[in-house]
């Protein structure tokens, strides 16, 4: 599970499999981290990818910036795939962003994002 907030922190979070197995519901963060320096976090989607990748995650903020993340199969590493450049940005807060359900093809996966500024952006990420 991925939480954002307001004070800009990204919260990765797992829960063990001896505690679903014992029937508790303990989550553990296991990555915590301000991918835009303290600015709010207003919008979050995470993919799995049947690539190598194993999960994308896509983040948008209140002045309208987004980045793509990817994580590494324990969670516990985001790297920085893409960060979207202005002119492909909203111009204002980031309020939904969607992952595709699947990926066109095998190298190219597609996201929508929607902000305050009224429009609906389509982007797409080639994968190398």
Do not use: N
């Not at 920085?80 to 066109?104: E, F, Y």
């Amino acid at each position: 599970m991925v939480t954002v907030s307001r004070d800009g922190a990204c919260k990765i979070w797992r829960a063990t499999l001896q505690d679903i197995a014992a029937g508790e519901d303990h989550l553990i963060c296991v990555k915590s981290f301000s991918p835009f320096d303290g600015t709010s976090i207003t919008a979050v989607d995470v993919a799995s990818v049947s690539m190598e990748l194993r999960w994308v995650m896509a983040v948008g903020s209140e002045k309208g910036d987004m980045k793509v993340y990817r994580l590494d199969e324990s969670l516990t590493e985001a790297s920085l795939l893409l960060a979207v450049p202005a002119h492909h940005s909203h111009g204002a807060t980031v309020r939904r962003l969607r992952w595709r359900a699947r990926a066109l093809s095998g190298d190219q996966l597609e996201w929508a994002s929607c902000g305050e500024d009224r429009t609906l952006r389509v982007h797409r990420l080639m994968m190398q």
